[in-house]
């Protein structure tokens, strides 16, 4: 089933598990398989593993563990969310957002992308690759903005846009020029407000 749904572009990510064993000669599934991104636990806002988290060379990259989920009015705290079963589901919604703007991406992919631009400069062999999420995102999509649903606007054939707001116009390429036509009945008011995302090129 792991190696159907590799095959169909399905990106399959699982726990490398919490029994500080090495997954490779404890033969720990499904992380030991070909197309599943195996995910180590880093201790809490460091680079290094957490004494727990099992390690070895199948387990493709590292994330971070005890995620704040949700608050405890109750108490005044704020519940976190342990083990490599809270990394691995980090690992996961990156991996969502790589497909969500590259849908052509398998599981493969995702995984070399992560690995190619994680960080590797932790002071323990075990993790040899710790996600860095904004530069995987980045990459996959190629360091530019997803086409917005008006594509393409071209000046010959500038988009119809009604009274209202529209909060999802982009210019997704460097040479881009998108035009638009706006219809109103009367005197109105336009405002025209552009934004640039932060280090996405």
Not at 3 to 15: D, K, M, N, P, Y
Not at 90 to 106: E, R, V, W, Y
Not at 113 to 140: C, F, P, Q
Request: proline share 7%; with cysteine; hydrophobic share 35%.
């Amino acid at each position: 089933e792991l190696e159907r749904a590799s095959f169909a572009g399905i990106v399959i990510v699982a726990s490398a598990g919490n029994d500080g064993q090495n997954v490779d000669e404890e033969y720990v599934h499904p992380c030991t398989y070909d197309g599943v991104i195996c995910v180590g636990a880093l201790n809490n806002d460091t680079n290094t593993p957490q004494g727990y988290s099992n390690y070895g060379g199948s387990v493709d990259i590292w994330g971070p563990t005890n995620i704040p989920v949700m608050p405890d009015p109750d108490k005044m705290t704020v519940h976190n969310y342990g083990g490599t079963s809270a990394s691995a589901p980090f690992i996961a919604g990156i991996a969502a957002m790589m497909k969500s703007i590259n849908p052509s991406l398998n599981s493969d992919q995702v995984r070399d992308i992560m690995r190619d631009t994680a960080w590797k400069d932790s002071g323990d062999s075990k993790v040899s690759h710790y996600i860095n999420a904004l530069e995987a995102v980045k990459r996959a999509s190629n360091y530019e903005l997803p086409a917005d649903r008006f594509e393409p606007n071209p000046p010959n054939s500038p988009a119809l846009l009604g009274a209202g707001q529209y909060d999802d116009l982009s210019i997704d390429k460097s040479a881009q020029s998108d035009s638009y036509r706006i219809t109103v009945s009367g005197a109105s008011k336009l405002t025209l407000n552009a934004t640039s995302p932060d280090n996405l090129g």
